[in-house]
């Protein structure tokens, strides 16, 4: 199970942080995603790290957006800085496929 939260409304240049609890299966030897979907748009990849920790990110986030992982906790965070309003999205972690329910992140101009 794979549960988001930490969305809201921020205005552009601001920051958030989402965070995704995971549950069900072994987390730390586990590689993560995070996703996300506009309005209108399909489902895109935002970012990934390994079970090493080796993290990887879309260029259209890159330099703005940070994922890390707390193996210890069992979740996936992904920090978000200067956010733009393009940014507007749900926003799913993932975990082989499967997508848990999603947070909102909404940037207003």
């Known amino acids: 199970q794979l549960q988001a939260s930490g969305g809201g409304l921020v205005q552009a240049g601001g920051s958030l942080r989402l965070s995704c609890a995971a549950s069900?299966?072994?987390?730390?030897?586990?590689?993560m995603g995070w996703f996300r979907q506009a309005p209108g748009r399909q489902r895109e990849w935002v970012a990934s790290?390994?079970?090493?920790?080796?993290?990887t990110t879309a260029n259209s986030v890159k330099g703005r957006f940070t994922v890390s992982r707390d193996d210890s906790r069992s979740t996936l965070y992904l920090q978000m800085n200067n956010l733009k309003p393009e940014d507007t999205a749900v926003y799913y972690c993932n975990w082989r496929g499967n997508y848990g329910q999603g947070t909102l992140v909404t940037v207003s101009s």
């Open positions: 069900g299966f072994i987390f730390s030897t586990n590689p």
């Open positions: 790290i390994t079970s090493a920790g080796s993290a």
